[in-house]
DNA sequence: ATACAGATCGGT
DNA sequence: CCGATCTGTATA
């Protein structure tokens, strides 16, 4: 697996989003190297989209890294506890990103779970298994991705991507994104994107499983 | 200066 | 379903 270059995130929010999907995400830090392969995925398209942060391109020192050129991490703390990831999208100035909502642990198991409940793996039940990081916020925790990641180029080596294999189209589903009932509209455009296989979905859409 | 809501999570 | 916990953002 290769760590794709710029070019590779310079697609839209939706492209990006999909094309994620099977990807590797890999934290080099002071605890090892931790690594996830991401399950689910959802697109926020910017100036049209009033589930996102920089909607009508709505642009303050929070947002200032979706602006920037695609492939640094958008890391922001969410009801002043947790953290959530995201990859920015598309070109300069068009303020688009994906947030990762859910990974497969691959590589660091043991370590993600004294992040996440500070016990050994072992110890662990089938539930707190899953519940290492099938969410924005407890992935975040597993991976030990905080505030300091912000602004971070996925094109380096501390915090980065490996392209993976494209899963097959009918494993798949593209459904609505979660939590965003305040953003109108935007509640029903289809900018979420998970692994139906996968364990570790946050939320499953069942209406479009078969 | 103040008010308020939120791309979440865990427990009830 | 509620509360935790705090920052970004808007309004005055």
């Known amino acids: 697996m290769r760590k794709p270059d710029r070019n590779f995130y310079s697609k839209s929010g939706v492209e990006l ?108 039940s089938r539930r707190e298994i899953i519940g290492l990081t099938n969410g924005p916020g407890k992935l975040c925790q597993a991976m030990n991705i905080t505030g300091r990641n912000n602004g971070q180029d996925l094109c380096g080596r501390e915090l980065y991507l490996l392209k993976g294999e494209t899963p097959p189209a009918e494993d798949v589903v593209n459904t609505t994104r979660i939590n965003i009932g305040y953003a109108e509209e935007a509640i029903h455009f289809p900018y979420r994107f998970y692994i139906k296989s996968s364990p570790y979905v946050s939320v499953r859409d069942r209406s479009k499983e078969s």
């Open 17 to 124: 989003a999909k094309a994620l999907l099977g990807c590797h995400l890999v934290h080099s830090s002071e605890h090892g190297r931790l690594i996830g392969k991401i399950v689910e995925t959802e697109a926020y398209m910017g100036a049209m989209d009033k589930a996102a942060h920089s909607y009508n391109n709505r642009r303050t020192k929070r947002t200032e890294v979706m602006f920037g050129p695609p492939g640094y991490a958008y890391v922001y703390l969410i009801y002043g506890m947790y953290y959530c990831a995201n990859v920015v999208a598309a070109d300069q100035d068009i303020p688009q990103a994906v947030l990762i909502r859910a990974l497969e642990p691959v590589e660091g198991m043991e370590k993600m779970a004294v992040l996440r409940y500070g016990k050994q793996l072992e110890e662990c």
